[in-house]
């Protein structure tokens, strides 16, 4: 998958697992519980899920906790990128503060995380 | 990070991956190119191999002595009558011109589809994702419930059938003779990639029915300015040309081949941009259009020229379909093949507009929710039925006759070994 595909797919996840959140008013991490499983166990779906959420979950919760939207959660995290001279792309509203300082503040909330070694493709 | 980098994997990985680039079934055992596994281009797309350690038994082919002692074309029709010692394929089906269909298409012939139920997290349920592994197995199309193969229910509750269950239904002795040779982001300029999975012997099998339907890729991309990788009108006849050459050396005397314009696609912004896309229904916050503007942004639209908030380039891009069709169109009424008939048929996607709210239904449900693109199975079954009344009324001879017989096969043979 391109870059692009993979933004899309971290928006997507990261969006379905705010929206299971708020639908059943319970934390990020049950909601990413709930989400891997709902998945059956075929090609490793269920498997894959948990390990992503072991991998990348301290993270996007402590970003949606601080109501960070799947735009900036994917940006922080990587799978989305702005590179220069391009513009930024995003699905929801941005939000009502200046974009570099919310993506600033959420980097400083994961910068001692050890997801950020893993490199964007995986 | 690749899990096909591991050791145990790598070699089915590489047939996988194989089946996939060659649109051919990954489980083959005969190598006929049917196969009794239904995704990974199993029989979800074609004919389900009844015999897969015969390379000469498979779907669609001329009965071998009359099938006496098996059923070497699939159709479930086999052995002899006790009460005259007839063989029943020669009884029930000589004469009756049995015909199998093959569509060359794109993802929208393969019925392209992201579930919503996947991504709606207010109806998400553990059930909400059964049916994931067989899509991700299908590469995200749904054949099997596709217009022109389909074969199985589907989820929507329209009653109209696919083209294959109708010529199935109208002789019963083309059971399981259907091709579903589509490919995600196929069009005239990279079919020659994969037309070579075509599977028609052309002295031993039945003629066929070939739909070639590349409705969209020759002018969608996701490029910035889609405009330059537009196929050409010059391009388009050049490959066409060249896939109708083809199809004349693979084809049985006695097929027929329609080739299928391309639609007004600024249908889609005209009747998508303001509605909420399923990510943007539960707080109200994306619509189609932001929802176009982010695959755009990414490079990743399937269709950047319709997918788009600009009036202009939208109707750059159907004036290139257009031109495309006209040249499909010069194509069907200057050529003449010894094996095939060839025929044009416009994309009629506004007519089914207007059939579907003649039924009180609204434009937009007839696209993915999810893609915001592609026709939903509603569409592709009602394309279909208008197809099929269209070819009745002007080339009857392209359907073959009722086969008197269907009664009877019906009575000896139930559903013929089923799909």
């Given at each position: 998958p391109s870059n692009g595909h993979i933004c899309i797919g971290c928006v997507v996840v990261v969006s379905v697992i705010e929206q299971l959140a708020q639908v059943h008013n319970s934390t990020a991490q049950a909601s990413m519980e709930r989400l891997c499983s709902y998945l059956p166990e075929q090609l490793f779906l269920k498997s894959t899920c948990y390990l992503v959420v072991s991998m990348f979950g301290p993270d996007i919760i402590k970003l949606?906790?601080?109501?960070?939207?799947?735009?900036?959660?994917?940006?922080?995290?990587?799978?989305?990128?702005q590179d220069a001279g391009q513009p930024l792309c995003h699905l929801y509203p941005l939000p009502k503060a200046p974009w570099e300082f919310t993506l600033e503040k959420a980097r400083q909330m994961v910068k001692r995380s050890p997801t950020l070694k893993y490199s964007r493709s995986d | 990070?690749?899990?096909?980098?591991?050791?145990?994997?790598?070699?089915?990985?590489?047939?996988?991956?194989?089946?996939?680039?060659?649109s051919v079934p990954f489980k083959d055992v005969d190598s006929d190119k049917y196969s009794i596994f239904p995704t990974l281009r199993g029989?979800?797309?074609?004919?389900?191999?009844?015999?897969?350690?015969?390379?000469?038994?498979?779907?669609?082919?001329?009965?071998?002595?009359?099938?006496?002692?098996?059923?070497?074309?699939?159709?479930?029709?086999?052995?002899?009558?006790?009460?005259?010692g007839i063989p029943y394929?020669?009884?029930?089906?000589?004469?009756?011109?049995?015909r199998g269909i093959i569509l060359l298409g794109d993802s929208a012939g393969a019925h392209f589809r992201i579930s919503p139920e996947w991504i709606t997290a207010s109806q998400m349920a553990l059930k909400s994702f059964f049916n994931l592994p067989t899509a991700l197995t299908n590469e995200?199309?749904?054949?099997?419930?596709?217009?022109?193969?389909g074969f199985l229910n589907g989820y929507s509750r329209i009653k109209e059938n696919s083209l294959y269950l109708r010529l199935r239904e109208r002789n019963h002795c083309n059971h399981r003779d259907y091709q579903n040779l589509s490919k995600n982001g196929a069009s005239s300029q990279n079919l020659k990639k994969f037309i070579e999975s075509l599977s028609r012997n052309q002295l031993l099998d039945h003629p066929a029915i070939v739909i070639y339907a590349m409705i969209g890729n020759d002018v969608c991309n996701g490029r910035r300015d889609p405009v330059p990788e537009m196929t050409t009108p010059e391009q388009l006849y050049s490959k066409v040309t060249e896939t109708l050459k083809f199809l004349n050396s693979?084809?049985?005397n006695g097929s027929h081949v329609f080739l299928s314009g391309l639609p007004d696609g600024t249908f889609l912004w005209d009747n998508l941009h303001d509605r909420y896309h399923p990510l943007g229904q539960l707080n109200e916050d994306v619509t189609y259009d932001q929802f176009y503007t982010f695959l755009s942004c990414l490079q990743v639209s399937p269709c950047h020229g319709?997918?788009?908030?600009?009036?202009?380039?939208?109707?750059?891009t159907s004036q290139r379909a257009e031109q495309l069709s006209d040249t499909l169109k010069k194509i069907a009424t200057s050529q003449r093949f010894t094996n095939f008939n060839l025929f044009y048929v416009d994309f009629d996607f506004q007519e089914i507009t207007k059939e579907w709210q003649r039924r009180g239904g609204q434009p937009w449900q007839l696209i993915e929710p999810v893609d915001?693109?592609?026709?939903?199975?509603?569409?592709?079954?009602?394309?279909?039925?208008?197809?099929?009344?269209?070819?009745?009324r002007q080339w009857p001879e392209v359907l073959g006759k009722e086969n008197p017989f269907n009664p009877q096969i019906k009575q000896v043979f139930g559903d013929q070994g089923g799909h």
């Open positions: 949606l906790s601080a109501d960070m939207n799947a735009d900036v959660v994917c940006h922080t995290l990587e799978f989305c990128k | 990070s690749d899990i096909c980098s591991l050791p145990f994997l790598v070699k089915i990985c590489q047939k996988i991956k194989l089946a996939i680039e060659n029989y979800h797309w074609r004919g389900r191999d009844c015999n897969d350690s015969d390379g000469t038994v498979y779907p669609g082919r001329r009965p071998d002595d009359w099938d006496i002692h098996q059923d070497s074309n699939c159709n479930g029709i086999w052995g002899v009558d006790p009460k005259d394929e020669k009884k029930f089906c000589e004469g009756s011109q049995p995200l199309n749904w054949p099997q419930l596709s217009g022109a193969t693979h084809l049985p319709w997918m788009s908030s600009n009036k202009t380039l939208r109707t750059l915001g693109f592609h026709p939903n199975e509603v569409a592709l079954l009602l394309l279909a039925d208008r197809f099929w009344n269209k070819v009745q």
